[in-house]
């Protein structure tokens, strides 16, 4: 073993170029933050679930969209516990394909064609696969993809849609609306409570963000998954205080009944959740928290069966 005084002297010995020597440094330049794979994976009993990114975006002041009823310093202190900001947020856009191994499922389709067809190639499709489009509710951000200047982006589809829902919009129509929905009417069908798009797949009332904005249950093998679609639109924000008003309800109190009664399924009977402005893959867990609930984003639970 070198003493103290040994390893004076070799370091003393050294060329000063090398004793002395800066550290080497590449010069790569940044690249830019990045978290956003295209597409998840995963089984459920018999079917194949993929949630797609079909885009996110940055807001500032979101505030000015959740949380509504309450004061600046209360929004601030449950961010703060969250730890995440209270001047931004991000949004994320995630369809959810379903194959049953009959079926190729599409629930709802994003802002834009291009978008929605991006993330299905990602992930292995093409528009003309899919055999039905499920549109959960007539927002901009879950009919953009469904046409573009050339006609419908899924030609082979056969597309189905809540009858409350529909109603209302053809009552009253948004711009994206008629040039969307309008257009594909004779190709839609109309349906409540209950009704099935294909054998697993099961419609489930969640009226308050839209008038008829509904839930999906998937079921297959004794396995359950609830695409919540916009039933709670933020992880935080809408998890964990449900009766905090949202901009984008369009009923906020019957928003957030809807919030506290599916919530409280899912976390009672511990079915997981896809939520589509969820962080992506938009998948997890609910569990009670005090008078609200909490997220828990799967890890890797779901792909042990991949």
Excluded: C
Aim: hydrophobic share 45%.
């Amino acid at each position: 073993m070198l003493t103290r005084r040994q390893t004076l002297f070799a370091a003393a010995a050294l060329p000063a170029a090398v004793a002395f020597a800066p550290p080497l440094r590449a010069a790569a330049p940044f690249q830019g933050t990045s978290a956003l794979p295209s597409f998840h994976r995963f089984r459920l009993g018999g079917f194949e679930v993929t949630t797609l990114m079909a885009g996110s975006r940055v807001a500032d002041k979101p505030q000015e969209i959740f949380g509504l009823n309450v004061s600046a310093e209360e929004f601030a202190r449950a961010s703060a516990e969250a730890r995440i900001p209270a001047d931004r947020t991000m949004f994320y856009f995630t369809p959810t394909l379903v194959n049953t191994g009959a079926e190729l499922v599409l629930f709802d389709t994003g802002l834009d064609p291009a978008s929605i067809t991006g993330a299905l190639a990602a992930a292995g499709h093409s528009p003309d696969q899919i055999d039905a489009v499920v549109i959960t509710h007539m927002h901009p951000d879950h009919i953009g993809g469904l046409a573009d200047e050339a006609g419908p982006v899924f030609p082979k589809a056969r597309l189905v849609t809540g009858a409350v829902e529909h109603n209302f919009w053809t009552a009253s129509p948004s711009e994206v609306f008629t040039a969307k929905v309008t257009p594909l009417n004779d190709r839609f069908a109309f349906i409540d409570e209950g009704a099935t798009v294909a054998p697993g797949l099961t419609a489930m009332a969640s009226f308050g963000h839209s008038p008829g904005h509904m839930s999906w249950m998937v079921e297959s093998e004794g396995q359950r998954l609830l695409l919540t679609a916009d039933l709670a639109n933020h992880y935080v924000w809408s998890l964990g205080y449900p009766d905090w008003e949202v901009r984008f309800d369009m009923d906020k109190a019957a928003a957030a009944a809807a919030r506290r009664r599916v919530l409280g399924m899912l976390a009672a009977d511990a079915v997981p959740m896809v939520g589509y402005h969820m962080p992506f893959p938009g998948l997890g867990h609910v569990e009670t928290r005090g008078e609200g609930f909490r997220f828990a984003p799967a890890s890797y639970q779901f792909l042990l069966d991949g």
